[in-house]
């Protein structure tokens, strides 16, 4: 079964520093690989999506992360964090091969960013 | 250009009552998706159509769920009756389908918070 875990739920860094945002899938095959930030009372923004090709994915603010097939991972990054990078972020995949044109994207828990000034 | 938008934003009703959400997705999208999110758990795929027709709609619950999309252009998500359970978070995303095999993004509405009570 297709799955994304997103192993923290929390995770808390100080403005200025670099952050990392944990994920991993399990899916047959090469996936599709999504990163969607939610601010508060709004909906699911899209920040990155990995295709093809090269590893590191840059993505909107300023955001990258790389996909890394052996490990099955998928982490979000920025170098220096900002408070208003606090959020709510989501991974999330779709298998790349499937039958019936299959579209739906499984989600991860999800973790909630804490910017510190 | 006008995103996805969903109405109402909140949604308060008794158990056994009739509830309908609307989603209009972005303009020219031939892809909608219904996706929801019951507190403390994962975001879950519901639905997809393609123009009007139900590609996919291996996620919806029982059947008192019944979506609708009028024309290929909004879709509707009726419950009815509702439970305790449904309550939760309904997110529309829309896409455009792209020659890349598969790949578009799905861009999200704020979601409608739905509460039984």
């Known amino acids: 079964a297709q799955s994304v875990a997103q192993p923290e739920d929390q995770v808390n860094v100080a403005e200025g520093n670099p952050l990392t945002v944990k994920c991993t899938y399990s899916?047959?095959?090469?996936?599709?690989l999504f990163w969607y930030v939610q601010y508060p009372n709004r909906g699911l923004q899209f920040l990155l999506k990995?295709?093809?090709?090269d590893n590191l994915v840059k993505g909107s603010y300023g955001f990258e992360a790389e996909f890394n097939k052996s490990q099955t991972s998928f982490h979000l990054k920025k170098p220096s964090a900002l408070v208003s990078d606090s959020a709510l972020y989501f991974c999330?995949?779709?298998?790349?091969?499937?039958?019936?044109?299959?579209?739906?994207?499984?989600w991860g828990l999800g973790t909630s960013l804490a910017v510190n000034p | 250009e006008a995103g996805v938008t969903q109405f109402p934003s909140h949604s308060v009703i008794e158990k056994g009552q009739t509830v309908t959400l609307r989603c209009d997705p972005i303009?020219?999208?031939?892809?909608l998706y219904w996706y929801r999110r019951v507190m403390g758990k994962e975001i879950k795929f519901l639905l997809h159509?393609?123009?009007?027709?139900?590609?996919?709609e291996s996620g919806m619950p029982n059947n008192r769920f019944l979506a609708e999309r009028t024309g290929g252009t909004y879709s509707t998500l009726k419950v009815q009756p509702a439970e305790l359970e449904d309550s939760g978070v309904y997110f529309c995303?829309?896409?455009?389908?792209?020659?890349?095999?598969?790949?578009?993004?799905?861009?999200f509405g704020p979601g409608t918070r739905l509460t039984v009570l």
């Open positions: 999330a995949v779709r298998a790349r091969i499937n039958a019936g044109n299959n579209r739906k994207l499984i």
């Open positions: 899916v047959s095959g090469n996936p599709y």
């Open positions: 990995y295709i093809t090709g």
């Open positions: 303009s020219g999208h031939d892809n």
């Open positions: 159509f393609v123009k009007e027709s139900k590609q996919d």
């Open positions: 995303a829309s896409s455009l389908t792209t020659t890349s095999g598969g790949a578009d993004t799905q861009y």
